[in-house]
């Protein structure tokens, strides 16, 4: 029987501060909450990735998990310092150890942490799905935010992922994420 698992990615303070917020945080934030309530109704392990250096230094505010998504007690942190959830951390162990084989991954931030994280997960042999509307990014000099979270919804659901939006994921007691029939 396959188990599933939600992974939420670097959603930390510093990434909501009003001099320089995140594309859209307030809607990522709900959908986020949205996703927790899925998996925590259905027993759904639920892992969180709290990234450190410089910017987020460990135990300050910035570095903190946002409030309106924090952890409940027996959600697992995974400490990170590189945009690859996986690379030194006890993430897959910890994965395998739950006998986790699905993925449902949300957070921050789009090209970076999201992406690598996706390409590794299914490098190592998980089903990854990715919350489509569910990770963010800023602006670059020479794209918004919004069309490098569309170039990467494209170019990891062509290759790597399946993607969903939020309101298309439910999760089933802890062996599998279902898509809501309404939108299949």
Request: net charge negative; with cysteine.
């Amino acid at each position: 029987m396959k188990k599933t698992a939600l992974l939420i990615i670097d959603v930390q303070n510093a990434m909501f501060d009003d001099s320089n917020p995140i594309y859209d945080g307030e809607q990522l934030l709900n959908n986020i909450q949205y996703l927790l309530n899925q998996a925590r109704s259905s027993s759904i392990p639920i892992f969180y990735v709290q990234h450190n250096d410089e910017e987020f230094i460990t135990g300050t505010p910035p570095w903190e998990i946002h409030p309106s998504i924090a952890p409940k007690k027996g959600e697992i942190i995974i400490q990170k310092q590189t945009p690859d959830s996986f690379h030194h951390t006890e993430l897959h162990q910890m994965l395998q150890a739950q006998q986790i084989d699905d993925l449902v991954i949300a957070g921050n931030q789009t090209e970076y942490c999201v992406d690598t994280t996706c390409r590794h997960a299914v490098s190592l042999g998980y089903n990854v799905t990715l919350v489509r509307d569910a990770h963010r990014t800023w602006d670059s000099n020479t794209l918004s935010a919004k069309q490098i979270i569309d170039h990467h919804n494209e170019v990891l659901g062509n290759a790597f992922v399946s993607l969903r939006a939020t309101i298309e994921i439910q999760f089933n007691n802890n062996e599998n994420i279902k898509i809501n029939p309404r939108y299949i």
